[in-house]
C-alpha cells in the first residue's frame, strides 16, 4: 500500500476474529499504568539520580512533554480506527508497508526485553531479603507464572494487572504521603534533615550541569516505556471509542504526578547523593523512615511492580504476534487462539525468548540490566516517532477527504509531530556516551537489517498481506 491509499480504511472494516473484547475500563487504565511504571521508576531512579542530582525533575518534565504528545495523537489514531494491531497498522495505513512490518515486529521486539529486563529486576529485589539466592532462579519462577496466566484469558490478565498495578499506585502514593508529612512535621529519624532545600542545596540543582540531564533522558524515556500500552488493548477493550481518549488522557497525568511527585519527595528526604545506583530508593527510604518492615513490605512491593510490567510485556507481545500472523507478516501458527480465546502459541514463544533473560542472569548479572534496557529503548524510540509521522499522515488524509475526523485530537501538530520525532532522535544519539548503553547501538543495525530481510523474503513469496484493512465505501 502506497501513501497514495492513505486513510482509506473504514471504521466499520471488521478486524481479524478470535480475540474477545473482555478489557474494562478500570482494566484498560491500569493496565497502562502498570506498564509504565515498573523498574525504570523502582530501580532505575537509583541510577539517574546518580546521574544527574535534583535535575532528574527537568529530565522526567521535558520527557514526559513529549510523551504527552506520543498519547495525544495515538488517542486520536484510536478513536479513528480501534484495532489490535494499533501503531503497525497505523504505519501501514499512513506510512507506507514496510514500515508497518517494521513496527509491528519492533514493538514485540521491545516487550521480550523489557521482559527481559523486569525478571531481572525481580532477581536484584529478591536479593535484598535472599542475597545467596543465584540471581537466575528468581527470574525463572517469576516468568514461569506469569506465561501460565496470560494463558487462561484476556479477563484474567485483566485482573491480574489491575491488581498488580493498584498496589503499585497505593505505594507511591504512600511514600509521597509520609514523605510530605516528615517535611511538614519534622517526624520519624528523617525528619530533621529533610527539607526541600536539599533539592538545590551543597552542589545545586543541576550539580552536573546541563549534561547530566541529557545523559539521564535515556533512562527517562525508559522509563516511559509502555505508556503506549492502551495502543495494543484497543482490539480487546469493550466501548473502545469511549474508554482509550479517556484512558489516554487520565494517564498521562497520573504517571507525571507519580515520577515527578515521587521523584521531588525523594531527593527532599535525604540528599540526593546518598541514593545509590543499584539500589531501590523506595526501600532505601523507608529503612531511613525507620518503619518496622517498611523496608521489606516496599521490596515486595516493587517486585509486584516488575512482575506487573513483565505481565503487560507477555500479553502485548503475544497480541503483536496473533496481530503479524493475521496478516500473514509472521508465521500463521502465531495467530491461532485456544479455548480462551488467548493467542497462546504467539504467547509460548514470546515468554520463551524472554527466558533470555534468566540466561543473561546466569552469566553475566551485574550488565543485564542496563543492557537489556537500552536495548529494549531503541524499538521504543522506533515505535513512538512512527505513532507521531504516522499522525501526520492520518490528518492529510483528514484535510485530503481520504479519512474520517474524529473530535478527539492532538495539540500543535504538525510542528509537535516533528519535534517529537527530533527529541526520539537526539536521545538515540545519547545513548553512545555510555559505555554499557552503547550495546544498543550494536544491536539496533543488526536488528532492523534481519527485518529489511525478512521483508524482502516475505514480499518475495508473496506472504505479505496488508496490516491496514480494505476500504468499506460509505454507504455500503
Given at each position: ?280 530508593p523506595f526501600v532505601f ?43 500473514r507478516q509472521a508465521p ?142 460509505e454507504g455500503a
Amino acid at each position: 500500500m502506497s501513501s497514495m491509499t492513505t486513510g482509506r480504511a473504514s471504521q466499520r472494516t471488521p478486524e481479524p476474529q478470535g480475540l474477545q473484547r473482555g478489557l474494562k475500563d478500570r482494566h484498560i487504565q491500569m493496565i497502562a499504568l502498570g506498564g509504565a511504571i515498573g523498574v525504570g521508576l523502582f530501580l532505575g531512579a537509583g541510577r539517574a539520580i546518580s546521574l544527574a542530582g535534583p535535575s532528574l525533575i527537568l529530565s522526567y518534565a521535558i520527557g514526559g512533554i513529549a510523551v504527552f504528545f506520543i498519547m495525544r495523537a495515538l488517542g486520536e489514531l484510536l478513536t479513528y480506527r480501534p484495532v489490535a494491531g494499533s501503531f503497525a497498522s497505523y504505519a501501514e495505513e499512513f506510512v507506507g508497508p514496510f514500515a508497518g512490518f517494521v513496527t509491528g515486529w519492533s514493538y514485540w521486539f521491545m516487550w521480550v526485553t523489557i521482559g527481559m529486563a523486569e525478571i531481572t529486576a525481580v532477581s536484584i529485589y529478591v536479593h535484598y531479603w535472599l542475597p545467596d539466592l543465584p540471581r537466575w532462579l528468581p527470574a525463572l519462577v517469576t516468568l514461569t507464572v506469569l506465561y501460565l496466566s496470560n494463558r487462561i484469558a484476556v479477563s484474567v490478565f485483566g485482573e491480574l494487572e489491575f491488581w498488580f498495578a493498584l498496589v503499585k499506585v497505593v505505594m507511591i502514593l504512600a511514600m509521597i504521603g509520609i514523605g510530605i508529612a516528615v517535611l511538614a512535621f519534622g517526624i520519624t529519624p528523617l525528619g530533621a534533615t529533610a527539607s526541600l532545600t536539599n533539592l538545590w542545596s551543597g552542589q545545586g540543582f543541576m550539580p552536573f550541569g546541563f549534561l547530566g540531564v541529557a545523559m539521564t533522558l535515556q533512562i527517562v524515556m525508559f522509563a516511559f516505556q509502555g505508556v503506549e500500552l492502551i495502543g495494543v488493548t484497543a482490539g480487546e477493550a469493550e466501548n473502545p471509542e469511549r474508554v482509550l481518549p479517556h484512558a489516554t488522557n487520565s494517564v498521562v497525568w497520573r504517571i507525571l504526578l507519580f515520577y515527578i511527585g515521587a521523584l521531588v519527595v525523594m531527593m527532599a528526604l535525604v540528599p540526593w547523593s546518598e541514593l545509590k545506583p543499584g539500589v531501590s530508593p523506595f526501600v532505601f527510604l523507608f529503612e531511613r523512615i525507620g518503619i518496622p518492615g517498611a523496608a521489606s513490605l516496599v521490596n515486595f512491593v516493587v517486585i509486584t511492580a516488575a512482575a506487573s510490567s513483565c505481565n503487560s510485556g507477555i500479553f502485548s507481545t503475544g497480541r503483536m504476534l496473533y496481530t503479524l500472523a493475521q496478516y500473514r507478516q509472521a508465521p500463521r501458527a502465531f495467530g491461532r487462539v485456544n479455548k480462551g480465546h488467548v493467542p497462546s502459541t504467539a504467547i509460548t514463544f514470546s515468554a520463551a525468548l524472554m527466558g533470555i533473560g534468566v540466561v543473561l542472569n546466569y552469566f553475566v548479572p551485574e550488565h543485564a540490566f542496563v543492557w537489556v534496557t537500552s536495548i529494549s529503548l531503541v524499538s521504543a524510540l522506533w515505535t513512538w516517532s512512527i505513532i507521531m509521522v504516522a499522525h501526520l499522515g492520518y490528518r492529510k488524509a483528514v484535510a485530503a477527504g481520504r479519512a474520517r475526523a474524529v473530535a478527539f485530537r492532538m495539540p500543535c501538530a504538525p510542528v509537535a509531530n516533528w519535534l517529537v520525532v527530533a527529541f526520539m532522535l537526539v536521545v538515540s544519539g545519547l545513548l553512545a556516551f555510555d559505555p554499557e548503553t552503547r550495546v544498543a547501538l550494536y544491536v539496533a543495525p543488526i536488528w532492523f537489517a534481519l527485518l529489511g530481510i525478512g521483508y524482502r523474503i516475505s514480499r518475495a513469496r508473496g506472504t505479505l498481506q496488508s496490516v491496514a484493512p480494505v476500504a468499506v465505501p460509505e454507504g455500503a
